[in-house]
């Protein structure tokens, strides 16, 4: 592992970025710096410190990580869906309090707004937890005021992104064929993907949940796409940010209709996580649903304390499990 000193610091590299450990405290960030590492003298892109932790990291271009989200091995997989919160301080409090814990079987995913992911993944360096784009443009360049191309989340420390949100849907009329676009040009640039599908309350009330979903499978999920890179969240439209959870039975009969469809395309390996209204209350029942691969958590995690009680009950069930 290459090392290198800057002023008072320790710099060690990791796939991606370089971290520095600095012996006293630091509270400025450095517009850029030039550091010295086995591989020469380097620009460091952007330099990031905590003046209460004493911590501190910097990105440089360095060979990307490749290993895939689930090549770790691990059970169960809990993301934070952060949306359009919070603003950055508290963005940063949030990173540095997940960055303290970590939990036995369970590999958490940080999907924050696009703009602090950098900031976000040197919070997380040397973490079990990775970060994401919430979405990503399907072309790989050009003329796209606003959008972000996968390759760019890539090259801010992303290692995952998240797909066909409900709320992407809604919002931005986003369609299964764009998503499935969305998916291909996530994998060419190296990311994994998660695929959000679910249905809504009139298409649950109206007795085609199972239908609605499978047809958004069948939309939006790329034919021949590698079973390791792909991901999928149920996550019914009535129970996002509403309080209101699905119930383990209609959440066991959905996991297990998705398992089928998996099943007959060779992806049965790929993990489901449920997403809606996951709290540390609900999440032992959730997790104890067979075909239950993690959760996709909004709201409960922005408070620190919530998302690690809803991984603590990972780490329960992935102990189960094993
Ligand atoms: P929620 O959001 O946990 O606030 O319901 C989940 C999501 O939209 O991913």
Not at 15 to 28: D, E, F, K, M, R
């Amino acid at each position: 592992m290459p090392e290198c000193y800057a002023r008072s610091c320790k710099l060690s590299a990791r796939p991606g970025q370089l971290t520095i450990s600095c012996a006293v405290p630091v509270s400025a960030a450095w517009p850029l710096q030039m550091v010295e590492t086995d591989g020469g003298i380097r620009a460091v892109d952007w330099v990031w410190c905590d003046a209460a932790s004493g911590r501190a990291g910097a990105m440089v271009p360095l060979p990307a990580d490749t290993q895939s989200v689930r090549g770790r091995g691990i059970e169960v997989i809990i993301a934070a869906n952060w949306k359009m919160n919070p603003p950055l301080a508290d963005a940063a409090a949030l990173a540095v309090a997940y960055a303290a814990d970590s939990f036995d079987g369970v590999t958490r995913i940080l999907f924050p707004p696009a703009p602090y992911l950098v900031q976000m993944g040197v919070r997380l360096d040397g973490t079990d937890m990775l970060v994401g784009g919430q979405d990503c443009h399907h072309n790989a360049s050009g003329a796209h005021t606003g959008d972000v191309a996968a390759g760019m989340l890539a090259d801010c420390g992303a290692r995952v992104v998240l797909l066909g949100h409900s709320e992407r849907r809604a919002d931005h009329g986003e369609d299964d064929a764009l998503v499935a676009t969305k998916a291909a040009a996530a994998l060419s640039a190296g990311l994994d993907v998660m695929i959000c599908v679910g249905e809504t309350l009139d298409q649950r009330e109206a007795g085609s949940a199972e239908a609605v979903v499978t047809a958004q499978l069948e939309g939006s999920v790329p034919a021949g796409i590698d079973t390791s890179r792909l991901m999928l969240a149920y996550e019914p439209v009535w129970a996002i940010g509403t309080g209101k959870v699905a119930g383990v039975e209609e959440i066991a009969a959905m996991h297990a209709a998705i398992q089928q469809w998996l099943a007959k395309r060779d992806l049965a390996s790929v993990p489901i996580l449920y997403g809606g209204s996951v709290k540390p209350g609900n999440a032992d029942a959730i997790f104890g649903v067979p075909d239950v691969g993690g959760a996709l958590v909004g709201g409960a995690s922005l408070k620190a304390e919530d998302f690690n009680g809803i991984c603590s009950a990972g780490a329960r069930a992935a102990a189960a499990r094993s």
